[in-house]
């Protein structure tokens, strides 16, 4: 039993075929075009799923899941406004893809079925209420109750890289201030270094050689290998990214208080390395007596999370 996964991005599709038990058998990604119209878009997305179904592996895939950026309705399974793929406007996508290859077709949010699929196969297994995060160029959340994506009353939640701990701070993409995304994200972390160095010329640091001497080429990555290589400055830096990120998980927690949090994504790589630091200065920032039970894992899926929740889907739907 295998299932068709399909994973939408703003400049590619990667799709893939996966078995029951969440793994990958086949994989392959194409260019994803959001630049000109709708029907140009749902080319791609064909492309990527014709190589993946004609692939020995994927010969009897009984269903069809795909995962795109929001804002999209998984119970429509219409694509809204994403901001990063611009060719869709109230797509009818999954109706699209189920008349183009007869099969039965599931689309959500890339963030809740990522955490789907940990919760089926992954770091959340076995656990009841998984609350996952996905940290890179923006914070994504799922929340998973007994094996079922948590999606609010018109599938719009949880968004909770949204939530504002700050609300004096940097404004978000989304427009509100002191988002955690705006705050602890890829691009935030490279803000946030520009700014020291800004503010402390005199001082010597690894990421600005990393970046050529331009504060412009700085990279949250460059921040990672500084921070590696011992630079004082990129310790600072992801220290008080830490600390935002433990207030906010403080909050996720008075909220939810889940069985376990999982995090993945590039710049949750790079958190996972601070988890004794998040746990230990967790207690301050929630009331939960307890907090210190609830475990904080790496995700398992990295790279392929959106080809895993794809086909989470399947099996779930």
Same mark, same amino acid.
């Given at each position: ?181 705006? #705050? %602890? *994200?890829?691009? +935030?972390? @490279?803000?946030? =270094? ?7 010329? /005199? ?94 894992? #790496? %995700? *398992?899926?990295? +790279?392929? @999370?959106?080809? =895993? ?7 779930? /739907?």
């Amino acid at each position: 039993m295998s299932y068709a996964a399909v994973d939408i991005g703003g400049t590619k599709v990667a799709a893939g075929i996966v078995d029951r038990e969440g793994r990958i058998l086949y994989q392959t990604r194409v260019p994803m075009n959001t630049l000109e119209d709708a029907a140009t878009g749902l080319e791609c997305v064909e492309r990527a799923l014709k190589d993946v179904l004609s692939n020995p592996a994927g010969r009897g895939a009984e269903a069809i899941g795909i995962v795109a950026p929001g804002p999209l309705d998984p119970y429509t399974g219409v694509i809204l406004n994403p901001p990063n793929v611009t060719c869709w406007r109230d797509f009818a996508l999954r109706d699209e893809v189920r008349s183009r290859f007869n099969l039965p077709v599931t689309l959500e949010n890339d963030a809740n079925a990522a955490g789907l699929a940990e919760a089926l196969w992954g770091a959340g297994s076995g656990y009841h209420t998984v609350f996952y995060v996905t940290m890179g160029t923006g914070i994504g959340t799922g929340l998973v109750l007994d094996g079922k994506i948590y999606n609010g009353r018109t599938g719009a939640a949880p968004e909770g890289g949204h939530l504002p701990i700050d609300v004096h701070g940097p404004r978000c993409g989304c427009g509100k201030r002191g988002c955690i995304e705006a #705050l %602890a *994200s890829g691009p +935030a972390i @490279a803000n946030r =270094a520009r700014l020291k160095i800004s503010e402390s010329a /005199s001082r010597t640091t690894r990421i600005l050689e990393l970046a050529g001497g331009d504060p412009k080429a700085i990279t949250a990555e460059m921040v990672a290998k500084a921070w590696r290589a011992g630079d004082t400055l990129a310790t600072e830096v992801l220290r008080e990214t830490m600390e935002l990120v433990t207030i906010w998980l403080g909050a996720i927690i008075d909220l939810l208080e889940p069985d376990v949090i999982v995090i993945g994504g590039g710049v949750g790589e790079l958190a996972s390395h601070w988890f004794p630091e998040i746990l230990d200065l967790l207690p301050r920032w929630t009331m939960n007596q307890r907090c210190a039970e609830i475990p904080l894992r #790496l %995700a *398992s899926y990295s +790279a392929d @999370a959106g080809i =895993a929740g794809a086909a989470a889907l399947c099996v779930r /739907s």
